[in-house]
């Protein structure tokens, strides 16, 4: 008896050291940290201090009378212009997920945000797993990092406690 519940153990140690790393990888990134989506913030410095995986999470906090979010092209960034049928999000807390690798460019449209406000901010999305050229990205600000797959991890925990029991 003692035999099986180590071998039901064992195959759940397995298990977590298999999947846990899994489920920690996506991330929610609050952009400008505790600044949040502003004017005359350096969102260059600032996404390129941090490390940007499929299955991220880009949320951007700000006052929803005051700005938006707006997906352009690379073209349409460096112009600070929106395209007609572009994504436009205005709520003050929109959260967009990066799913596939490649680069990203969001402008702030209202009034002259982006030209002249610095509201404009571009992301390089790499593949899961993948580690920039220059090493592992500079610690994040707790605030703007959130490990965005908790319930997966509990989810183990409370696996691998349960098997122990039996």
């Not at 996506?26 to 350096?42: I, R, Y």
């Not at 940007?52 to 112009?79: I, M, Q, R």
């Amino acid at each position: 008896m003692a035999s099986k519940h180590m071998l039901v153990a064992v195959a759940v140690a397995a298990l977590a050291v298999a999947f846990l790393p899994g489920l920690a990888v996506a991330s929610e990134h609050v952009v400008g940290d505790d600044k949040g989506w502003t004017l005359q913030f350096n969102y260059t410095a600032w996404s390129e201090s941090r490390k940007f995986v499929v299955g991220d999470t880009l949320l951007f906090k700000y006052g929803s009378s005051s700005h938006n979010v707006v997906e352009v092209g690379g073209v349409d960034f460096a112009a600070c212009t929106k395209p007609a049928g572009a994504n436009t999000w205005s709520t003050g807390e929109d959260r967009v997920t990066l799913h596939k690798a490649g680069r990203r460019w969001f402008i702030c449209d209202i009034g002259e945000h982006c030209e002249k406000g610095g509201m404009k901010f571009k992301v390089t999305v790499d593949e899961a797993g993948a580690l920039p050229p220059n090493g592992p990205p500079a610690p994040s600000n707790p605030a703007g990092k959130v490990h965005a797959k908790h319930f997966g991890v509990a989810a183990v925990t409370a696996l691998a406690a349960a098997a122990l029991v039996l």
